[in-house]
């Protein structure tokens, strides 16, 4: 199981930024994949996730600027950030698992993770 994620930089407040998640080793319509970020002295925060039945989850942070979709036959899920804010710099991680619907934001709920990418917003 291998998780890469890429698609991090620096963007100007009110621009975008799409990360990508390139997973291997299974398949997304057996797995839900989550994006988390973690800010410097921060715990790490659930923003996103697919469940591997297509529905999607959103922080409230995120909601209404942050889409994550998936391209099952490139076996690739996606986060399109819209609107980006200087509170969004962070590393996000993209995780997979299976969690219940109410604990989809519990970085525990995932036994895999990515490397990470840097996501930074200047104001």
């Known amino acids: 199981v291998q998780l890469q994620a890429s698609g991090g930089g620096l963007v100007q407040a009110g621009g975008s930024l799409r990360l990508s998640c390139v997973v291997s080793?299974?398949?997304?319509?057996?797995?839900?994949i989550a994006w988390f970020r973690q800010a410097p002295g921060k715990e790490r925060e659930g923003i996103s996730y697919?469940?591997?039945?297509?529905?999607?989850y959103y922080a409230d942070s995120v909601k209404g600027r942050f889409t994550i979709s998936r391209d099952i036959a490139k076996n690739t899920v996606y986060l399109q950030m819209n609107s980006l804010k200087s509170e969004d710099t962070a590393i996000y991680y993209c995780?997979?698992?299976?969690?219940?619907?109410?604990?989809?934001?519990?970085?525990?709920?995932?036994?895999?993770w990515g490397q990470g990418t840097l996501v930074t917003v200047s104001s």
């Open positions: 697919i469940r591997s039945s297509g529905s999607t």
């Open positions: 080793g299974f398949r997304l319509v057996d797995y839900g």
């Open positions: 995780g997979r698992g299976r969690p219940i619907s109410s604990a989809w934001s519990t970085s525990s709920m995932y036994a895999y």
